[in-house]
């Protein structure tokens, strides 16, 4: 399912690149993010969400009311040693500029 999942949200983004759709760039690259983030690529993931954030920046939306949260208006990614004790990373919040 994530495989077939995966692909959709590629030829998304791709779409909204080509027509120069950021928002729906930034979502794609969420969803593709969250995809990652479950099948512990943390590092791509971020990466990802990065990316997503920035793009939300660019066109000052201050957080996509309504979706859910991953992004971190700090970038930080933390790990479970500095926050729950678990040792694995830890899911991101969209707080970036949020009112």
Sequence with gaps: MNREAMKDYEKAL???D???DRMTSSIALTNIADILFEQHEFSRA???YSRALDICREIGDR??????PRLSGSRS???GKEG???G?????NCTAGRD
């Design 14 to 16: 791709e779409i909204a």
């Design 88 to 92: 694995s990373p830890q899911k991101i």
């Design 46 to 48: 971020e990466m990802l």
């Design 18 to 20: 080509r027509i120069g």
């Design 63 to 68: 957080g996509r009311r309504g979706r859910k």
């Design 77 to 79: 990614w933390e790990t």
């Design 84 to 86: 729950s004790g678990s």
